[in-house]
């Protein structure tokens, strides 16, 4: 209750602002395990009590991306003159190397620099293949565009984009995405679709703002074009989003196992002064956590207390708990109505088997579950009454199931065994027999189907999915069907059962 | 969640409850029509063939216990003392009393409405003491299906009997108890007095 109640108080603290009124210090950074907690930050009590709920041992080291700084202090202007001198006021290098200091000089925390997340996406194998792939397109479009095929390198560009934003080259390699970008505009321009060339050489300066290029190299209007691509971009780009959306940061976050990406960019203002925009994305809540933008004259005052503050608001994990719960695998039960049918039954037609069942499946690895399920099934006569008794009958199902997840669903394959165990079972075709019992002198006893197992054994297959409702809770549908064959001589009266399950489940 | 997610639940919904429907209608149809305990009611028209009541009453209680599975009918023809169905005749008592006789080769036509059976057994009056081969036919009353009308027919030769035929209205009454199955075997059934056929 008590560390609720602090809990609370430092939220409602970070929320107001109140944990950033420290001054910077340049403090060294203490390796956790050494670092004693009592002398390590001077924060008000509750603040300290909430910073000791873990020991330092326990807490995890948060890590940090800082994706490469996007500078669009730019003039349309100067787009066609390659040696126009940059702009003095902003110093990108300076600029980056303080935002890699503050992030470092925190405890807990490790940071990716922006080099290290352009190598981290350069050296995957499988992101590398689809970029060769996406630079084959380009040269092919360029041979196209040149040859004065313009379709044909339109179709080869846009798979060439597609494939190069497929592997975040606009953050580990802008220039060769960007050069597939603008090839894709003067395509279309040159082909006179003005419109979609105008969005796509949009997205090009997205990528690199500062692209020049050489007076004359293009028609004219094609450089129109580009002059109002470039002009578009400045005035209604949106600059604090650099890479994209919250899903696709969420993606490079994910692969490069980091819990926060930081995206840094340069802009000058609607008065023509450079600012600074630096964004906060928190891959875990997967949301922007800061949001600011800072005139470049302050930048390097502010940005500590704006990245000290976020900092400070994104709680350190525990070791322990991160560790037992990357071991927790979780678990799935649900409950559900139950149908089922036999293909082989000794009866003239299909008798019916209806009840509910009940299951738990836990993850072991990605992909592979293990299974188990209990079914309880009441068959109801037939039609014809030809089984003489309704009777009762459990069903234990276990195995391993193949899964699949697509966003809110998970599908799944689960082959298994078996056991079904049977209540009293008598079936006839002779009416004397299911009017008068079948003891009855009238009845004839060769036309009498029992059981004489009352258990049968066999092989399982379901196939199914579960759709998940918010975070816990998830609709089960499946299908499934069994084959018995043990006791060998006692399958041919009842086999083959087919049947449907839906229900609601509950992920622990 | 996006409503083309949604759609796609619905649909599967949808395809969930079909399935079960198109499973369940192979076999959910109710075909028991003629199952229960049947008296008749009214005195018999057309030939003398079940006569006199014991006791003095003018005929006797005639009661159908049937059990239809498809087309399939099992059951027994009961005989009472009076149409007052308050005592059973009684297949202990001495021989001449006949007491039942189990229905053979019942079948049930949905088509037509009409349940067709034979008796190999007594009929109290005309042929207590006699086991003959008997044909009952009998129609579903279309517009209340707890009446049916129809004939009994002596089909045995060479009795006396022969191709005489009775009408009867039977109403149903209530369903079958394990009490409205007994037919005993009657009293020197050994000695040859197989009335009703057991």
Redesign the interface.
């Known amino acids: 209750m008590a560390a609720c109640i602090v809990r609370c108080v430092t939220v409602a603290l970070c929320a107001s602002g109140l944990l950033n009124t420290r001054p910077a210090r340049a403090q060294p950074r203490v390796p956790p395990r050494a670092q004693p907690t009592t002398q390590r930050i001077a924060l008000p009590p509750s603040v300290e009590l909430l910073r000791t709920d873990l020991t330092d041992a326990q807490k995890r080291v948060r890590r940090v991306a800082i994706l490469p700084l996007r500078n669009a202090v730019a003039r349309a202007s100067e787009m066609l003159a390659p040696t126009a001198p940059r702009d003095a006021a902003v110093d990108l290098v300076r600029l980056e190397q303080r935002v890699i200091d503050v992030l470092r000089s925190r405890d807990f925390v490790t940071v990716m620099t922006p080099s290290a997340v352009q190598r981290r996406l350069a050296s995957d194998a499988g992101m590398a293949a689809t970029a060769r792939a996406a630079q084959a397109r380009y040269r092919l479009g360029l041979e196209y565009y040149l040859g004065l095929s313009s379709a044909q390198a339109i179709r080869s560009l846009e798979e060439s984009v597609r494939l190069y934003r497929e592997v975040y080259r606009d953050v580990s390699s802008p220039k060769a995405y960007a050069d597939a970008q603008f090839m894709l505009g003067v395509s279309l321009v040159d082909a006179g679709n003005a419109p979609q060339g105008h969005v796509a050489l949009k997205a090009a300066f997205a990528i690199s703002p500062q692209r020049r290029f050489r007076q004359g190299f293009f028609p004219p209007r094609v450089e129109r074009a580009l002059h109002a691509a470039m002009t578009d971009y400045l005035s209604t780009g949106r600059h604090s989003r650099p890479y994209g959306s919250a899903a696709r940061l969420g993606n490079i976050a994910k692969k490069l196992s980091v819990d926060a990406v930081i995206t840094v960019a340069v802009r000058n203002d609607k008065q023509g002064n450079a600012e600074v925009l630096l964004s906060a994305y928190h891959a875990r809540r997967n949301r922007f956590e800061a949001d600011v933008a800072l005139p470049i004259s302050a930048t390097m005052s502010q940005l500590e207390g704006t990245l000290t503050r976020w900092l400070d608001c994104v709680p350190i994990q525990s070791r322990v708990g991160a560790k037992s719960k990357s071991r927790s695998k979780p678990v799935f039960m649900d409950t559900s109505a139950a149908?089922a049918?036999f293909l082989v039954q000794p009866t003239?037609?299909?008798?019916?088997s209806v009840g509910f069942a009940a299951g738990v499946s836990q993850l072991v690895r990605p992909g592979l579950e293990w299974f188990a399920r209990v079914n309880m099934f009441t068959s109801l006569s037939?039609?014809?009454?030809?089984l003489l008794h309704a009777f009762n009958s459990v069903r234990l199902l276990a195995g391993v199931s193949f899964v699949l997840k697509r966003?809110?669903f998970r599908f799944w394959l689960r082959p298994g065994f078996d056991l079904h165990a049977f209540g009293k079972f008598f079936a006839s075709?002779d009416?004397?027999c299911?009017?008068?019992g079948e003891s009855h002198?009238?009845c004839d006893a060769g036309t009498v189907r029992t059981l004489q197992q009352d258990l049968l054994m066999g092989f399982h297959l379901a196939a199914g999915?579960h759709?998940a409702l918010g975070r816990r809770f998830f609709?089960s549908?499946h299908v499934s069907g069994s084959a018995y064959i043990f006791p060998l001589s006692n399958t041919d009266d009842l086999n083959f059962p087919i049947g449907?399950q839906?229900g609601l489940g509950y992920r622990f | 969640?996006v409503p083309r997610?949604r759609r796609r639940?619905v649909r599967?919904?949808l395809t969930?409850m079909v399935?079960?429907v198109a499973?369940?209608s192979?076999?959910?149809?109710?075909?028991?029509v003629l199952g229960g305990v049947w008296r008749a009611v009214g005195p018999p028209t057309g030939d003398v063939l079940i006569g006199r009541g014991l006791g003095g009453k003018s005929r006797p209680g005639v009661e159908l216990v049937l059990?239809q599975?498809?087309s399939?009918?099992?059951?027994l023809l009961r005989f009472y003392r009076s149409p007052d169905y308050d005592v059973p005749r009684q297949a202990a008592a001495p021989s001449f009393e006949c007491a039942c006789a189990?229905v053979h080769n019942?079948t049930w036509n949905a088509d037509s409405d009409r349940l067709s059976f034979t008796l190999n057994g007594c009929l109290p009056g005309a042929a207590t003491k006699e086991q003959l081969f008997v044909r009952g036919n009998f129609v579903l009353d279309p517009g209340n299906s707890s009446v049916m009308t129809g004939t009994i027919a002596v089909e045995q030769l060479p009795s006396r009997l022969y191709q005489r035929e009775q009408e009867w209205t039977f109403e149903r009454v209530e369903g079958?108890s394990q009490s409205d199955?007994a037919c005993e075997r009657p009293v020197h059934a050994d000695d040859g007095n197989v009335a009703n056929g057991?």
């Open positions: 149908y049918q003239r037609k299909v008798f019916h037939d039609p014809n009454r030809d966003g809110a075709i009416p004397d299911k009017l008068f002198h009238l999915t759709v609709v549908t449907v839906a | 969640m997610t639940i599967a919904g969930v399935t079960f499973l369940c192979g076999g959910c149809d109710s075909s028991n059990g599975y498809g399939s009918v099992s059951g189990f019942g079958v199955l057991q």
